[in-house]
């Protein structure tokens, strides 16, 4: 699972920056998308962390 939460921060991390060279619009979109992907990667890494920790 670890490996698939480091995969989804890059592909977050990629789509902001993507977000600033691209035109206004079309930025606009992909800077919204690339902060839902990092929120629901950070909630799936603190579950990870909460679930190993509990163990």
Known sequence: M???ISKLYRIAAAINLLSEIISDETGLLLSYLGEDIQEITESMDN???STI???
């Open 2 to 4: 670890e490996n698939e």
């Open 47 to 49: 579950r990870t962390d």
């Open 53 to 55: 920790t509990s163990q």
